[in-house]
């Protein structure tokens, strides 16, 4: 049972939960120790704005599974997969599963380990050290394997990522500077670019699976 109306209203001058501040992915255990000693689910406030954060297992299992009484949409109309809600969810998800096949996915798996292989190369050229780069590289790169964009592009793609996060969260209140807006649009023209030009030049890739879809109307 949710009780989030009994959840303790934690400050914003208690705990900076401003989650895309840099600070705070640095040092988020004072956080995670706060919410461990306080319950379930909790109210907190950052700003004018007011969360929730969820972090016991049943309660994450009903806000995930209980579709009518949570429901995924913003205030603000998103056509992503994650925020909508059963059925339109489950049409959406379905088709997208039409093109991760076992083939599709079995395909990657060469491209995958020379990925892999590339970073690590990296780090050891600069003798270890510091494996942020590696590991926010990583993702990013497999992500652009999928939808057929250039290894080249991969820093693009990985400032354009943490751009577009930027201004998602300005929709939950956080601010958002002018370079990522204009990131994130960049990355928008980017993507449909690359989508438009799979409609008269196919590919063999996922991101161009997913396009045919679309054309199939399916």
Not at 61 to 86: A, H, I, Y
Not at 107 to 122: K, R, Y
Not at 157 to 169: D, T
């Amino acid at each position: 049972m949710l009780r989030a109306e009994s959840s303790p209203v934690l400050r914003a001058q208690d705990l900076d939960w401003n989650l895309l501040n840099p600070a705070f992915q640095r040092d988020p255990y004072q956080h995670y120790r706060w919410e461990r000693d306080h319950g379930a689910v909790h109210v907190l406030s950052a700003g004018d704005h007011t969360y929730y954060r969820i972090i016991g297992y049943d309660e994450i299992v009903t806000v995930l599974t209980d579709t009518q009484t949570f429901s995924s949409r913003t205030t603000n109309e998103l056509g992503w997969l994650v925020f909508r809600d059963p059925p339109e969810h489950d049409k959406l998800r379905q088709a997208i599963a039409k093109a991760f096949t076992p083939r599709a996915i079995a395909v990657l798996d060469a491209p995958v380990a020379e990925i892999v292989t590339d970073l690590w190369n990296h780090v050891l050229a600069d003798h270890g050290g510091d494996l942020h780069e590696f590991c926010n590289l990583l993702p990013v790169s497999v992500i652009s394997l999928i939808l057929g964009i250039p290894v080249s592009r991969r820093q693009d793609m990985s400032r354009w990522s943490l751009q577009s996060l930027e201004v998602l969260g300005s929709m939950f209140g956080f601010p958002v500077s002018s370079e990522a807006k204009q990131g994130s649009a960049e990355f928008v023209d980017y993507l449909k670019g690359l989508l438009d030009s799979y409609r008269h030049r196919p590919a063999d890739n996922i991101g161009a699976h997913l396009v045919t879809l679309s054309m199939q109307g399916r």
